[in-house]
């Protein structure tokens, strides 16, 4: 792959590239099938991601007819490798065995590694003969949504399709690698004013925020709306925040330490609830929630924004359901689509009735909504929020500061990118949008 890269990172034509002969195999970050109950018995907490992934060599697929390879520039952490790194709540390797059954191209996926990683920047080197809008050369983000467009139940909103799949999560050959193998409808332009490791952030988080929150398949959040976000600095949370500002929204942001709630008010949030400090104690034990805790945050943010909020954006789960659900607006709804301290989540359901407030789920975003979430970032009217990099090799440790809550934001990894900063193709456009606005998590770090 380093043909690739030292083309890419000299300018090369889409013609140049295809004409450098594609490697054998390349470099990768994997868990292993003989190693899925590496932590048996061992608590959540203390699987170890540095344990689990792998970075070495992997065979280069065969290319199906609607897919295309990409050279990765770079990716990103995503709780889901997260979730694969500590083999929870299952070992992905029954995804990948599943998609194997089902056709002669998904038997590639079963394999006894599962190579990682659900956000990419990179260029596209080969497209299969059925690909007809991208070529090699093209500078590309990738979203991961799988879908097979032959299936019917895929043409309403792909979301809703029978077999719908997170490609690095239910499928193989993911981004945290020097190349990955795609679907050309996963493809979407890079932001030209941003840098490889500034791009690889975006897709996945804040494609899913814009679905929970702006898209008429989620909360549809209108101006002036209250909307109390939970991790308002992590990975969906700091895309939450600026959809809920740009869309003339009020966000009420829930983080856990002083550093984040000075991040959140540099972002532009003037209500900001530092969860720690309030101590909030929503479980008084296991098994009971303190419907006074409840109610002493709806206070709070009554105290803060002077009504409840229209819409909860959820997705710690069983901590913090409870409590959503109890100070959610009458009428309003609380938007779900994960479940990071749990997933056996419990509320008091005379609230939801009797004030008639929705849960609604979601999960990820169609590729029209990835593509408008993507447009938003290549304007500029969203930033990325990156905080760190790692190089390729490290990504173990990028996968423990996620798993641990120790990072703000987004965390980027660089594949074929031999350092950060490249890949900019529009200065001007850089400029008109601001340094400042753009590298704030990252300054901020430092
Ligand atoms: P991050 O770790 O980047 O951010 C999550 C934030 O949630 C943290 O910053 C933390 O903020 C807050 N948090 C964590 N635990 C708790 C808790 N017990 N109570 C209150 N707040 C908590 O993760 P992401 O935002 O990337 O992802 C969050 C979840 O969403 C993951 O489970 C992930 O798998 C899932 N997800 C689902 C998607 C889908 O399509 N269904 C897409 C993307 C993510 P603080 O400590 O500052 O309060």
């Given at each position: 792959?380093h043909?690739f890269?030292d083309?890419?990172?000299?300018?090369?034509?889409g013609?140049e590239?295809a004409a450098i002969p594609?490697?054998?195999?390349y470099r990768?970050?994997?868990?292993?099938?003989?190693e899925?109950?590496?932590f048996a018995?061992v608590?959540?907490?203390?699987k170890?991601?540095?344990?689990s992934?792998?970075?070495?060599?992997v065979?280069l697929?065969?290319?199906?007819?609607?897919?295309?390879?990409v050279?990765?520039?770079a990716?990103?952490i995503?709780?889901?490798t997260?979730w694969?790194?500590?083999?929870e709540?299952?070992?992905?390797?029954a995804f990948?065995?599943r998609?194997?059954r089902?056709?002669s191209?998904?038997?590639r996926h079963?394999l006894?590694y599962?190579v990682?990683?659900?956000?990419?920047?990179?260029?596209v080197?080969?497209t299969g003969s059925a690909?007809?809008?991208?070529?090699p050369?093209d500078?590309?983000?990738?979203?991961?949504?799988?879908?097979?467009?032959?299936?019917?139940?895929?043409?309403?909103?792909?979301?809703l399709a029978d077999n719908?799949?997170?490609w690095?999560?239910?499928?193989?050959?993911g981004?945290?690698?020097d190349l990955?193998?795609v679907k050309?409808?996963?493809l979407?332009?890079?932001?030209?004013?941003l840098t490889?490791e500034?791009?690889?952030i975006?897709?996945?988080c804040?494609?899913t925020?814009y679905?929970?929150?702006?898209s008429?398949n989620?909360?549809q959040m209108?101006q002036?709306?209250?909307?109390?976000?939970?991790?308002a600095?992590g990975?969906?949370?700091?895309?939450?925040v600026?959809?809920?500002?740009?869309?003339?929204?009020?966000p009420?942001?829930v983080?856990?330490?002083?550093?984040?709630a000075?991040?959140?008010r540099?972002m532009?949030?003037?209500?900001?609830i530092?969860?720690?400090?309030?101590g909030?104690?929503?479980w008084?034990?296991?098994?009971t929630q303190d419907e006074?805790?409840?109610r002493?945050?709806?206070?709070?943010?009554?105290a803060?924004v002077?009504?409840?909020?229209?819409?909860?954006f959820?997705h710690p789960?069983?901590?913090?359901?409870?409590?959503?659900?109890?100070v959610?607006?009458r009428a309003g709804?609380?938007?779900t689509?994960?479940a990071?301290?749990?997933?056996?989540v419990e509320?008091d359901?005379?609230?939801?009735w009797?004030?008639?407030?929705?849960?609604?789920?979601?999960?990820f975003?169609?590729?029209?909504?990835?593509?408008?979430?993507?447009?938003?970032?290549c304007q500029?009217?969203?930033?990325?929020?990156?905080?760190?990099?790692?190089?390729l090799?490290?990504?173990?440790?990028?996968?423990?500061?996620?798993?641990?809550?120790?990072h703000?934001?987004?965390?980027?990894?660089?594949?074929?990118?031999?350092?950060?900063?490249?890949g900019?193709?529009?200065p001007?456009?850089?400029?008109?949008?601001?340094?400042?606005r753009?590298?704030?998590f990252?300054?901020?770090?430092?």
């Open positions: 792959m043909a890269r083309a890419i990172l000299a300018g090369a034509g013609e590239l594609l490697p054998e195999s990768a970050a994997f868990v292993l099938r003989d899925a109950e590496m018995g608590d959540s907490a203390d170890d991601p540095r344990k992934l792998h970075v070495g060599e065979a697929p065969e290319l199906a007819p609607d897919e295309a390879y050279a990765v520039m990716s990103a995503n709780f889901n997260v694969t790194s500590i083999f709540p299952l070992p992905t390797f990948l065995d998609l194997g089902e056709s191209w998904g038997a079963a006894p599962h990682v990683g659900s956000d990419a920047s990179g260029v080197i080969r690909v007809r809008n991208w070529k050369g500078r590309v983000v990738v979203h991961c949504n799988y879908v097979d467009d032959q299936d019917p139940t895929a043409h309403d909103d792909s979301m719908q799949r997170i690095g999560f239910e499928t193989n050959f981004g945290l690698a990955t193998v050309a409808n996963q979407m332009p890079k932001p030209a004013h490889w500034e791009a690889a975006n897709a996945l804040n494609s925020a679905r929970m929150l702006v008429r989620g909360a209108k002036g709306d209250r909307v109390l976000i939970w991790g600095t990975g969906l949370g700091s895309y939450a600026q959809h809920v500002l740009n869309g003339g929204g009020i009420i942001g983080v856990s330490s002083p550093d984040k000075a991040l959140l540099d532009g949030v003037d209500a900001v530092d969860r720690k400090a309030a909030y104690r929503f008084k034990d296991e098994h006074a805790e409840w002493r945050l709806g206070k709070d943010i009554r803060l002077g009504d409840d909020p229209d819409i909860v959820e789960g069983r901590q913090t359901m409870g409590a959503s659900v109890f959610c607006k709804t609380v938007v689509c994960a990071t301290s749990g997933y056996m509320y359901n005379r609230h939801l009797m004030r008639l407030k929705t849960i609604k789920g979601s999960h975003a169609n590729y029209r909504e990835a593509w408008d979430a993507n447009q938003l970032i500029g009217r969203v930033q990325p929020p990156l905080s760190a990099v790692y190089p090799e490290e990504v173990g440790e990028a996968a423990y500061q996620v798993h641990h809550n120790l703000e934001g987004k965390i980027g990894v660089l594949c074929l990118a031999p350092s950060e900063g490249l900019i193709e529009d001007e456009l850089r400029q008109q949008v601001g340094e400042e753009i590298t704030l990252r300054r901020h770090q430092a």
